[in-house]
């Protein structure tokens, strides 16, 4: 281990700065790093030194038991100790403690090259909030990450990604990038595991803040344990945060196009059974339709509690059009509408049922009654729905929420 000196030599090191003048932050968070963490210590503190920058260099230790904490103090970083585990809640951590105007992240297991840091600050002196490596344009050495994570795992990540939430980077999980603080504290981070690094993509894209990217070397790392990441578990939880962070994509699509092709269908065959290229349709496809219609509202329904709920508790930035469409859609008016379609499927199992009565309660051909039962049931269940799911998003106060929904109550 170096010894005191380092701190003289090196004159990015926190000891040397003035409070309130530091411009850059490293933050690396460390679990068991002791075989690279001095590495990249010294690598951040040249660089620094180098490029004349006024920094200090943040440890966020998640609980090491291999001295990697008396290696940062000895190199003169600042150590922060951060009881709850997790990757993300260490760069949360680090990065909260972070006096910097700009933060650097990045491993600390020499995997990425912290000589180069000025290259993720140029673009945030320019205008980027937020600055993320691409490994695949900068590089990848053989043998630092396995085929299935290079070819399969980021790759498909990474477009659903793009896709959901039409970010225009090509690396969604590099761990080398670079943020603004004053950004980061925009974007209220939650996550503390390995999916904190897509959160903070998304939350940047959602919030409307400036994304760069810029070509990142991934070298093979210097460590001696096993890596933390589980390829499975971690890969799995990165897609289910998409995944809920996107209830346009999870519910409201899948909603909408279920109950076009089942509303479609069942138009169709409510006057009778239909050909279709030599295909016939019956009443067996009638019930397949209102299943589909059903399904299709309540995955609707499901989006728009996800989408409020998700505005409420911070994950999601204010919605003007929610907001203004729940000023006028009360709990009053959702019981009106929910009543109304009970009432109109009742009226149709009347008919029904005195359609029946006419032929003395006796035996029915079902390709006619169902015909008119299906749609009754299918609207009598649509408008317990609606009461039901007016009094949920009342129990969230949606209706005084109207304002927070759209952002702060003009003056």
């Not at 993320?132 to 396995?146: C, D, S």
């Not at 329904?301 to 204010?318: C, D, N, Q």
């Amino acid at each position: 281990m170096e010894t005191n000196d380092a701190r003289v030599t090196a004159v990015a090191t926190r000891d040397q700065v003035a409070p309130g003048l530091v411009e850059i932050s490293v933050v690396m968070p460390c679990l068991n790093e002791a075989a690279t963490l001095a590495i990249c210590i010294r690598k951040a503190q040249a660089a620094l030194s180098r490029h004349k920058l006024r920094g200090e260099i943040i440890v966020a230790d998640n609980g090491s038991s291999d001295g990697s904490p008396a290696i940062a103090v000895g190199l003169g970083a600042r150590l922060i100790r951060v009881s709850q585990r997790g990757y993300g809640a260490a760069i949360r951590a680090g990065i909260e403690a972070a006096e910097g105007e700009y933060v650097v992240i990045g491993d600390a297991d020499d995997s990425y090259d912290f000589s180069t840091l000025n290259d993720l600050v140029t673009p945030l002196r320019g205008a980027a909030d937020l600055v993320v490596g691409n490994r695949f344009k900068g590089g990848i050495e053989r043998g630092a990450m396995p085929w299935k994570h290079r070819y399969i795992g980021n790759p498909v990540l990474t477009s659903v990604g793009r896709l959901l939430f039409r970010v225009k980077i090509g690396d969604f999980h590099c761990g080398l990038r670079a943020v603004r603080k004053e950004a980061f504290e925009k974007m209220q981070l939650r996550t503390t595991g390995m999916e904190f690094a897509t959160e903070m993509v998304i939350k940047a894209a959602t919030r409307g803040l400036r994304i760069a990217e810029v070509p990142t070397t991934l070298h093979r790392d210097g460590r001696s344990r096993p890596s933390h990441l589980r390829p499975y578990r971690d890969g799995w939880r990165h897609l289910r945060f998409m995944l809920l962070f996107s209830p346009r994509w999870l519910f409201l699509i899948p909603g909408i196009a279920l109950m076009a092709v089942g509303g479609v269908a069942a138009a169709l065959l409510l006057t009778g059974p239909k050909q279709i290229a030599g295909v016939g349709f019956d009443i067996s496809t009638l019930l397949i339709a209102a299943f589909m219609c059903l399904l299709g509202y309540q995955l609707i329904i499901f989006g728009l509690f996800t989408k409020v709920f998700a505005i409420r508790e911070g994950f999601h930035s204010p919605d003007f059009v929610l907001a203004r469409l729940f000023r006028h859609i009360t709990l009053e008016v959702g019981l009106l509408a929910g009543a109304l379609l009970c009432l109109l499927g009742l009226a149709v199992l009347i008919l029904a049922f005195l359609s029946w009565s006419v032929k003395g309660f006796g035996a029915t051909d079902p390709r006619v009654t169902m015909r008119t039962v299906i749609p009754a049931v299918v609207l009598m269940a649509l408008g317990v729905q609606t009461i039901f799911a007016s009094f949920f998003l009342s129990i969230l106060d949606i209706h005084t929420l109207g304002w927070e929904l759209g952002g702060p109550k003009p003056k």
